[in-house]
């Protein structure tokens, strides 16, 4: 037994929740400083791209806000990810999604202690539908 006046847990919930609050209210101009400096993802070749703050104001501007309202939106995933930290585990960039109508309906955000590697594999592989009683096989 420790002395200390918290417990592990206590860490753990205040670990998620100073992100989480980053949420809540983001601060409009950090969004901008943060942006300052950083390339537009989808212009960077490997060799460079524009930067944010390379953009014409009303551009800058316009993606701030869109931004801000992007972080506003956002599910508060600070004590799953506060947790998985704990575990060892490393979240997989690939999802497993049903969808309906065009929209997702479920949505598996999946971590693994694997190597990298051999990840894609099994999220792949475990999402192939498998003939079984209720399916019949796929057809090519």
Excluded at 4 to 21: G, I, K, N, S, V
Excluded at 73 to 90: E, F, H, K, R, Y
Excluded at 95 to 121: K, Q
Aim: glycine share 10%.
């Amino acid at each position: 037994m420790t002395n200390l006046p918290y417990t592990h847990a206590d860490l753990h919930a205040e670990a998620a929740r100073q992100p989480a609050t980053l949420t809540e209210d983001p601060d409009f101009m950090g969004i901008g400083e943060q942006m300052d400096g950083h390339l537009i993802p989808s212009t960077d070749d490997g060799l460079g791209g524009m930067s944010w703050d390379g953009l014409p104001d009303e551009h800058f501007n316009d993606a701030q806000r869109k931004i801000d309202d992007l972080i506003g939106g956002a599910a508060d995933v600070s004590a799953w990810a506060v947790q998985l930290g704990v575990d060892g585990l490393q979240p997989e960039d690939h999802t497993l999604s049903v969808d309906s109508d065009g929209r997702p309906l479920v949505r598996l955000h999946v971590a693994f202690v694997l190597p990298r590697a051999r990840r894609r594999g099994v999220a792949v592989g475990h999402a192939r539908p498998r003939p079984g009683p209720h399916r019949r096989p796929l057809t090519p």
